[in-house]
């Protein structure tokens, strides 16, 4: 029996029974099965209720997408069921922001708005996820790492758990903004090496892949931005004895593959280098306030 034919006999009962016999046959015909087809088909009631502005703001395919990515969520049960929710959420993050920016300018063009519309109903649709309102004009979407740390606790082992203490330590929950940067009042980026950050990072790193190398290629992404602040950044918030202390941490207390040894290695020579503070910027702290990220 298809859905279809299930609804038809339904209503028939419904209309056309006046004893118990139809309604023994229609239990006799349903089957745990179609009962479990039936739950599984039926709309889930948040998107029930936020219909309105979800066709306001995307297609069909982002309110598929939507629905996915909650159903997976739900359905979490191990590290593995993990990893792949959160790199599909990562890519679904990124399209629920492109359209809602989309959107917005819409609002601000077309509307003339000083102020974009709430849009809080999408935190309840898509879990994990929060939008938060930027100056009044602009939407960002962002992580609620706590709802996905809750999740990775809950699964066997522990290399969930510790990947998710490295994320929420390398991005600012409400910017996204990484961890081991800071922005001035200008718009200049300076790296905050010699604050303690860098190394912390690396050796949570370094304990989130002792609990085994599932999340080895996202640990690996962030360890490799980190990498390349620390070897190339000519721009620094803390002060030169601070930020060579730092290096002299890492080499010593981090363990490294051979790359990424020798560029540490390369970089901490350069440092002492006579004429190396030419070209690079210390104490960027002492000049100026830091700006808020937005």
């Known amino acids: 029996m298809t859905l279809r034919q299930f609804y038809i006999l339904f209503f028939f009962l419904l209309v056309f029974s006046n004893d118990s016999y139809e309604l023994k046959y229609f239990k006799y015909v349903i089957n745990d099965d179609l009962i479990h087809h039936i739950e599984e088909s039926a709309p889930d009631e948040i998107f029930l209720q936020h219909q ?7 297609g069909n395919l982002e309110i598929t997408l939507l629905q996915k990515h909650k159903e997976n969520h739900d359905n979490i049960q191990t590290p593995e069921d993990f990893q792949q929710f959160f790199r599909n959420a990562i890519t679904l993050r990124s399209s629920m922001h492109q359209k809602l920016q989309r959107r917005a300018e819409y609002f601000k063009v077309e509307k003339g708005v000083t102020e974009l519309p709430d849009a809080s109903w999408f935190n309840e649709v898509a879990v994990g996820m929060e939008v938060k309102l930027v100056n009044k004009l602009n939407y960002r979407v962002i992580f609620d790492y706590n709802d996905f740390m809750e999740k990775a606790r809950n699964t066997e082992g522990k290399a969930d758990d510790e990947y998710m203490i490295l994320m929420m330590d ?5 910017t996204n903004f990484p961890a081991w940067l800071k922005m001035t009042p200008d718009g200049k980026v300076c ?12 050796l949570q790193m370094n304990k989130a892949l002792a609990e085994g190398d599932i999340f080895y290629q996202e640990v690996n992404k962030v360890k490799k931005q980190i990498i390349n602040d620390i070897v190339f950044s000519t721009a620094y918030y ?13 080499k010593n207390e ?3 593959d ?13 440092f002492k280098q006579p004429n ?13 306030p830091v700006a808020q990220v937005r």
């Open 258 to 270: 051979e790359n990424d040894t020798e560029l540490i290695l390369t970089r901490l020579n350069n």
């Open 52 to 58: 309105d502005s979800l066709n306001a703001y995307f």
């Open 276 to 288: 190396f503070k030419k070209d690079v910027t210390f104490s960027l702290e002492r000049s100026q």
């Open 254 to 256: 981090v363990e490294l």
């Open 191 to 202: 790296s905050v090496l010699g604050s303690g950050v860098h190394t912390e990072l690396l």
């Open 170 to 174: 390398s991005f600012d929950p409400e």
């Open 238 to 250: 803390k002060d030169y004895k601070k930020a060579l202390s730092e290096m002299e941490r890492i």
